[in-house]
């Protein structure tokens, strides 16, 4: 297989579990990372590094024409390590701004590449209060809560410009991540998902994956998967040897 993926976040939680699992399958993968520090960490991982701020529109358009991907996947985030309290106020802002700005960036340079598939990250866990398992139709919470609207308007923002762009757009909703990289070694309440079972739905996501979106965490009654289980061939509780 011959065909290239971009990977946007190559160095962050998930980008590190899911380039080695797409490199085993034969991918050519092209990697981002905002710090040169980091590209020899990638290179160890079989990526070729790119170093671009997704918020460099005309650098980034430039590094996925280059790169001339089959598909683009946006794993994308601004948080900090174990979601240090402390610091989650300011990383919850450069978040959204990620999710709307970062993503705007990243779609049109897919776009403007000829990608046939973009399939990016958003969140399962911003349900509206109601009846559970949350399936992926149930609404989110509104733009107007008082802690969490930011964030709401940040994946809705995120999820809108993934699934309109001219080209097959997926939308996985991961649950709470944990495990490697993540500094969160247990689920840390219900829809938690293993990041290493992120990846793999990331990875089959790119060939088995109808435009749409699908809720990515354990089945723990908190959000239902099955459409993920079903449509992708999706496990749960996948994880890396």
């Given at each position: 297989?011959n065909?290239c993926?971009?990977?946007?976040?190559?160095?962050?939680?998930?980008?590190?579990?899911?380039a080695p699992?797409l490199?085993?399958d034969?991918w050519?993968?092209?990697g981002?990372?905002r710090?040169?520090?980091?590209?020899?960490?990638?290179?160890?991982?079989g990526?070729?590094?790119?170093?671009?701020?997704v918020?460099?529109?005309?650098?980034?358009?430039?590094?996925?024409?280059d790169?001339r991907?089959?598909?683009?996947?946006?794993?994308?985030?601004?948080?900090?390590?174990?979601?240090?309290?402390?610091?989650?106020?300011?990383?919850?802002?450069?978040?959204a701004r990620?999710?709307?700005?970062?993503?705007?960036?990243?779609?049109?340079?897919?776009?403007?590449?000829?990608?046939?598939?973009?399939?990016?990250?958003?969140i399962?866990?911003?349900y509206?209060?109601?009846?559970?398992?949350?399936?992926?139709?149930?609404?989110?919470?509104?733009?107007?809560?008082p802690?969490y609207?930011?964030?709401?308007?940040?994946?809705?923002?995120?999820?809108?410009?993934?699934?309109?762009?001219?080209?097959?757009?997926?939308?996985l909703?991961?649950?709470?991540?944990?495990?490697p990289?993540?500094?969160?070694a247990?689920?840390?309440?219900?829809?938690?998902v293993?990041?290493d079972?992120?990846?793999?739905?990331?990875?089959?996501?790119l060939?088995?994956?109808?435009?749409?979106?699908?809720n990515v965490?354990?089945?723990?009654?908190?959000?239902d998967?099955?459409?993920?289980?079903?449509?992708?061939?999706?496990?749960?509780s996948?994880?890396?040897?």
């Amino acid at each position: 297989m011959n065909e290239c993926i971009f990977l946007a976040g190559a160095s962050g939680a998930i980008g590190r579990r899911l380039a080695p699992l797409l490199v085993a399958d034969g991918w050519r993968v092209v990697g981002t990372t905002r710090s040169a520090d980091k590209a020899p960490l990638l290179r160890a991982m079989g990526v070729e590094p790119v170093v671009v701020d997704v918020f460099d529109a005309a650098a980034l358009r430039r590094a996925v024409a280059d790169a001339r991907p089959e598909a683009v996947l946006h794993q994308l985030t601004d948080l900090p390590y174990a979601l240090e309290a402390s610091k989650m106020a300011d990383a919850l802002v450069r978040n959204a701004r990620l999710r709307d700005e970062g993503t705007r960036n990243l779609v049109a340079a897919a776009v403007g590449a000829g990608a046939r598939r973009l399939v990016a990250q958003s969140i399962g866990f911003i349900y509206a209060e109601g009846p559970t398992p949350h399936r992926e139709e149930d609404p989110l919470l509104p733009e107007t809560h008082p802690l969490y609207g930011g964030t709401v308007t940040g994946v809705l923002r995120l999820e809108r410009q993934v699934l309109d762009a001219p080209l097959e757009g997926v939308v996985l909703r991961y649950g709470m991540f944990y495990g490697p990289g993540t500094g969160i070694a247990a689920p840390a309440g219900p829809g938690s998902v293993h990041v290493d079972a992120a990846a793999r739905a990331a990875v089959v996501a790119l060939t088995r994956a109808r435009p749409g979106v699908y809720n990515v965490a354990e089945a723990d009654g908190a959000v239902d998967v099955q459409k993920a289980v079903r449509d992708l061939g999706w496990d749960p509780s996948f994880r890396i040897a």
